[in-house]
């Protein structure tokens, strides 16, 4: 587990920059072990969503908010040797971010989780325009396709998507989930038969471990 201590030291260094700091505690963690779970959801989430708040309440500027993302993201790249040493299972999902959604973190994330549970995950970035994305699922010929929204005002957006995504590949399990379902959004399921909403990376793991 993260104790409170070692979180609060790996969120003041977050918010002050401090790289080398960041980095030297995420490596400790994993050379003694930590399960990847415990890094991604109670250091990595937890401290960005922290982060996110303290910028929403005009705490911290834009611009930390951003170094906050971008130290998270080169921190992520640590867990790489043991999240692909993982078994996999043959099975692939898409992940990727809308068109407009510059926030690719939460989909990056998600795409770790499919490979820490033995799939291979394309992480397609952020903006994605909807043909390339509709190219790519017919290219890889998913399982699973993981769509990640941050900005509520382009929730049109996923709904033109998954329209399409329904009518070229009508068997494929849609899942979508982030920041912008606080707002609403989240009776998705109601709108396109099939296509679940996933709150969080615990629910994710669930649903995985369902579709073994």
């Known amino acids: 587990m993260i104790s409170e201590s070692l979180y609060n030291e790996y969120l003041a260094a ?27 959801v109670h250091l990595f989430q937890g401290s960005l969503y922290h982060v996110g708040h303290l910028w929403e309440i005009n705490k911290i500027s834009v611009a930390t908010e951003h170094m906050a993302t971008s130290i998270t993201e080169s921190v992520l790249t640590l867990a790489y040797p043991r999240i692909f040493a993982a078994d996999h299972k043959g099975k692939k999902a898409v992940v990727s971010c809308l068109v407009n959604e510059y926030h690719q973190i939460g989909g990056k994330m998600v795409a770790d989780i499919f490979e ?20 790519m699922i017919q290219e890889k010929q998913p399982d699973m396709l993981a769509l990640s929204l941050s900005i509520y005002f382009n929730m049109n957006s996923l709904y033109d998507v998954l329209n399409d995504v329904q009518k070229s ?22 709108k396109f038969p099939g296509v679940e909403y996933v709150p969080s990376i615990k629910d994710l793991e669930t649903l995985l471990l369902e579709n073994e």
């Open 116 to 135: 820490i549970n033995g799939w291979d995950g394309y992480f397609l970035g952020a903006n994605t325009p909807k043909k390339e994305l509709l190219n």
């Open 14 to 40: 977050l918010i002050e920059g401090d790289k080398k700091k960041c980095h030297k505690l995420v490596k400790d963690l994993l050379d003694n072990n930590i399960s990847l779970y415990d890094l991604y």
């Open 169 to 190: 590949s009508p068997e494929l399990k849609v899942i979508v989930g982030g920041q912008a379902f606080r707002w609403g959004g989240r009776d998705v399921g109601e």
